[in-house]
């Protein structure tokens, strides 16, 4: 299945119109349509975490909804903690995104790692960064906005002109031509016969 812009939107769009066991199964039913490899295209592509996946598939193949890990364990999610975030690493990234170089899709790319953002929240929007959450759990956030890493270009050796030197030049100008071969078929050391005088 060809992943096109359009369709990635639509995809992304349902997935964030729902939630919870719904949502799982949804991003599981999509994976399942990728194939083999679908989880991986998923997370890089879609930004879905892995796990969520798994679950969603372990809940359309027994038929039963999973109980919410967050909502189990009491614990608010990123989102009720920093009410701000998402704006916050908007603001922090935008001034460092650039279009997809292929021009292939319009996908936008960061010039900032993930660690480089955590330090520009803590520097520039005031947070403690023992109090942000993991790296991985910011990556997550910055692809679900639509924000990947900057793909890495393999630099390919310049080639090297060959340029003449100037000595080349006056080597070949002050070359002298060859001397023709002289045509005369007397040897300058034989003596001529002296001439008969008429009787």
């Given at each position: ?7 990635i939107k639509v995809v992304k769009?349902?997935?964030?119109n729902l939630e919870g066991a ?178």
């Open positions: 299945m060809e992943l096109t812009p359009e369709l769009g349902g997935a964030e719904p949502r799982r199964r949804f991003m599981a039913g999509f994976v399942r349509l990728l194939g083999r490899g679908g989880q991986r295209v998923a997370e890089a592509v879609l930004g879905w975490n892995r796990g969520t996946v798994r679950k969603g598939e372990e809940e359309l193949r027994d038929g039963v909804d999973r109980p919410d890990g967050r909502k189990d364990n009491g614990q608010p999610s990123l989102e009720e903690r920093f009410p701000s975030l998402l704006q916050d690493l908007r603001e922090v990234v935008e001034p460092f995104l650039q279009v997809d170089p292929t021009l292939r899709s319009e996908r936008l790319y960061r010039k900032l790692t993930t660690r480089e953002v955590v330090q520009r929240l803590v520097s520039e929007k005031g947070y403690s960064e023992e109090g942000l959450p993991c790296d991985e759990a910011i990556r997550q956030r910055l692809n679900g906005l639509g924000y990947y890493p900057r793909r890495v270009r393999k630099s390919k050796p310049k080639k090297r002109s060959l340029r003449r030197m100037p000595s080349s030049t006056r080597s070949t100008s002050s070359t002298l031509a060859p001397t023709p071969p002289s045509t005369s078929c007397a040897s300058p050391s034989t003596p001529r016969p002296p001439s008969r005088l008429a009787s």
